[in-house]
């Protein structure tokens, strides 16, 4: 089945430890998506690729980075995680095309749980 | 500004009775809207969407939404509910970038609870 895999699904790290989660799929999806999910709250997009083309929200931390190699796998970086980046990140995609009738249906992930310690 | 509202923060049901929960929209033109229903420690999984025609929209698990311009709402709808339906629902709107690209703005959720 195609899908969308997140790696790994629980994730502990030190305070200042970088670390690196990791997202691939099997859908071909041009558009990937990054999102931080605190508890009880909304998924917050952190930052999305089309094809190669990188979007950063405007208020997504320098802390968070990432890397699309190809179109199957983006990775997510936190550079120096600090104890309030702990939180669930959301991989999901999107087959879009710019200004034309795309389904804006975005398949997710299930997630990578960050501790923080 | 495209943004979706769930004003109920928890809501508690009890199993077979119904269930519906609520949603506003914001926005000028007619929106794309969907439900997603993410189990605890679990991703999102899309329950249904709206983007024209019939404004009742059928989902999976018996789910089913109605669209309704003149109150700006989108609610979801089940008649009977099942304690494999404790989970948290998002409601989402679709939100044009300058790119010409979008992405969805979530609303901040609903716990469903539901009692035996």
């Known amino acids: 089945d195609a899908m969308v895999i997140q790696n790994p699904r629980y994730q502990v790290t030190q305070f200042g430890k970088p670390v690196t989660l990791s997202c691939s799929q099997t859908?071909?999806?041009?558009?990937m998506y990054w999102y931080q999910q605190k508890s009880s709250q909304a998924p917050k997009l952190l930052f999305h690729y089309y094809d190669k083309d990188f979007n950063n929200e405007a208020d997504t931390p320098d802390n968070f980075q990432s890397r699309r190699p190809n179109t199957s796998f983006c990775f997510l970086d936190i550079r120096s995680p600090g104890l309030g980046d702990a939180a669930m990140y959301l991989c999901?995609?999107?087959?879009?095309?710019?200004?034309?009738?795309?389904?804006?249906?975005?398949?997710f992930g299930p997630g990578t749980r960050l501790t923080v310690t | 500004a495209q943004s979706v509202t769930q004003p109920d923060i928890h809501i508690t049901v009890s199993e077979g009775a119904s269930l519906e929960l609520r949603c506003n929209y914001s926005y000028g033109a007619t929106p794309y809207l969907f439900w997603y229903v993410q189990s605890p420690g679990q991703g999102l999984q899309l329950l249904l969407k709206y983007f024209s025609g019939d404004t009742l929209v059928q989902g999976i698990k018996g789910f089913e939404a109605e669209f309704k311009r003149s109150q700006s709402s989108f609610n979801l709808r089940k008649p009977s509910v099942h304690w494999s339906d404790a989970a948290e629902y998002f409601c989402?709107?679709?939100?044009?970038?300058?790119?010409?690209?979008?992405?969805?703005?979530f609303g901040k959720g609903t716990m469903l609870l539901v009692s035996p």
């Open positions: 999901a995609t999107s087959r879009e095309a710019p200004l034309a009738t795309s389904s804006y249906e975005q398949y």
């Open positions: 859908l071909n999806h041009n558009v």
């Open positions: 989402a709107v679709v939100r044009r970038l300058n790119s010409g690209y979008s992405t969805l703005t």
